[in-house]
């Protein structure tokens, strides 16, 4: 009888239906004061440590099934961990209900309400790197960047996924933004829960635009997202304004039926592709899947492609600058790159006030 039961709740959990719940947890509920501070999430799991320190680990991450937020101090280059979010159900289940005591309330009355930012940007970045570095690079180096363009208006929110690895262990990466996916799903879920929130926002400014960035193997794990997602049947809805895709070491075909990028546009209104023809990492990876990357060669169907779907070739803006990284991390580096960037990002911006 026991093992009746608990077949028919795994079955359920694999049907994506009624056990595919998160679990919520407030973990620090403290005013932090002035500082500058900006929001990440991680799928990595907490490192053991005898002082009361919260750290993540480099190694050997594996899917854990929730993920923990955190405010970060950029004066100081340290974080506080504030939130976390557990599914309840089997790991590869995709959550569709309602979520109480969403993180996004608080981001949004952070960001929108307190500070009159409109335009937040998720960043999912590439693989290998050790969390220190992750967040480093892509919060405090990032906004360090972008700062002077995006003052005001934009707020950067990171996900610190993956381990920390090298060249040679490339499938490793693979796999893990695979495991990754799922844990990115409660992200998804939460975001899409907060805005499809009408009561909430009957007495509120609904007019925060969403951006979604990947870079490297962050677009491989937004791919295997949507893959799974679709597997599982549940419909894309809008919750991004525009998918940027930088260095994307996703298959040049992935935009076509069947292959992941082919549904996107149910999830944002505008997809821009960088290609890099030079993107060394990207040439290395070609030769390891037998197939070109769609960050270094563009789509395959580019003319069949939707008019919401942009390519910029950057090949002739790579510079001397670039050669450390192989014409790889051009988004932290490129000053021409970002400023093509913002200016797309400003013209969009118009073409929305036109409408």
Request: net charge neutral; hydrophobic share 35%; with cysteine.
């Amino acid at each position: 009888m026991r093992v009746s039961l608990f077949i028919i709740f795994f079955m359920a959990c694999l049907s994506g239906q009624a056990f595919a719940q998160i679990k919520v947890e407030v973990i620090d509920t403290t005013n932090h004061g002035v500082h500058d501070m900006g929001y990440f999430f991680t799928n990595r799991p907490l490192k053991k440590s005898d002082s009361e320190e919260v750290d993540f680990r480099n190694r050997w991450t594996r899917q854990t099934g929730n993920l923990r937020f955190c405010l970060y101090d950029y004066d100081n280059d340290f974080f506080h961990l504030k939130y976390q979010a557990t599914k309840t159900c089997h790991k590869s289940v995709y959550p569709t209900d309602f979520v109480e005591d969403n993180i996004f309330y608080k981001v949004y009355e952070d960001l929108r309400l307190e500070r009159g930012i409109h335009n937040i940007v998720f960043v999912i970045p590439g693989y290998g790197k050790t969390f220190k570095k992750q967040v480093n690079d892509f919060m405090y180096r990032m906004q360090e960047t972008y700062y002077d363009s995006l003052r005001g208006s934009t707020a950067m929110i990171l996900f610190a996924w993956g381990d920390q690895s090298l060249a040679p262990f490339y499938y490793k990466g693979r796999r893990s933004a695979n495991r990754a996916a799922n844990d990115f799903a409660i992200f998804q879920q939460l975001l899409e829960s907060f805005q499809n929130d009408s009561a909430y926002f009957a007495d509120k400014p609904n007019d925060v635009s969403f951006t979604l960035v990947c870079s490297s193997m962050g677009n491989q794990l937004l791919k295997r997202y949507l893959l799974k997602r679709e597997k599982q049947g549940i419909e894309l809805v809008k919750s991004y304004k525009r998918v940027v895709m930088i260095g994307s070491d996703a298959g040049c075909d992935s935009f076509e039926d069947g292959k992941g990028f082919h549904s996107i546009t149910a999830m944002t209104d505008y997809v821009l592709i960088l290609v890099n023809r030079t993107d060394g990492p990207l040439g290395i990876s070609k030769y390891m899947n037998m197939k070109n990357r769609l960050g270094a060669a563009g789509p395959t169907n580019w003319e069949e492609l939707s008019d919401s779907i942009h390519i910029m070739d950057v090949t002739n803006l790579i510079d001397w600058q670039d050669v450390s990284t192989m014409g790889h991390d051009y988004l932290l580096r490129n000053p021409k790159i970002r400023a093509r960037l913002i200016y797309e990002k400003s013209r969009l911006e118009q073409e929305d006030k036109q409408e």
